[in-house]
């Protein structure tokens, strides 16, 4: 059984590592967020007294991360979490005068345009992003040279090419996996409307690993009577790497 002690990895993740696990999981709204943050923070070039846009920020672990780490002053964009219970978590945290707690729809962003220094979305563009004229909306809200980073669960290939979602991932996520595309799709898709140069787009080493790591170690910290983290954890033990990955794309506003 896998421990909270087991989330604390300072040889890979030595920024998210001075973080509680039991606060992390607390938070929980999707896998590793803090970790995939870390990574794709790796291709940026995030600085004190930036303008961040924390779109799709849950519960709010990654703005916390954000302000502490990078001394941003972030805006906490999200649709499902009530900006009072954010403020809740970022004043708690100590960053509550550097965070703002903000209900957004993603298409519907309630912003001056050219008002951020950067877009990061975790583990939450998957849900509004992929549309093609998506991309051309939300770089309106960056200012000239402002940054762009996301990321994302991802296929190492695409659902067109293998003709089919592969049933062991169909049977746990079912649709939403269309949504999940290769790291080059996403160079592509943004790369194509020529208002951004696309600086990195990778897919995770071991992400799977980490995934599995993070749901098991939830399901011992929530013990979990529904056997939704069970399923998930045998998902990614099917997979082991297959097909499962996460894709970390950055760009920069032309």
Known sequence: MTSLSDLVRPERYPRSSRYDPGWLLDLDMGPNPLWLLEDLARDLDL?????ILDLGSGKGA????LAREYGAEVVAADLWIAPEEAAAVFADAGVGDRVRAVRA?????PFEEESFDAVVSVDAFEYFGTADGYLPYLVRFLRPGGQLG???????????ELGAIPPHIKDVVGWEAIAWHTAEWWRFQWAITELVEVTSARLQPDAWRDWLL????????????????????DMLTADAGEYLS????????A
């Not at 600085?47 to 303008?51: A, D, F, T």
């Not at 996301?150 to 067109?160: F, G, H, Q, S």
């Open 47 to 51: 600085r004190p007294g930036m303008r």
């Open 62 to 65: 990654t703005s916390v991360f």
């Open 105 to 109: 729809e993603a298409h519907a962003l």
């Open 150 to 160: 996301m990321a994302t669960p991802a296929l190492t290939r695409e659902v067109r």
């Open 214 to 233: 993070w749901t098991r170690a939830g399901a011992a910290h929530r013990a979990d009577e529904s056997g939704s983290d069970r399923r998930v954890i």
């Open 246 to 253: 996460f894709a970390l794309v950055t760009a920069r506003k």
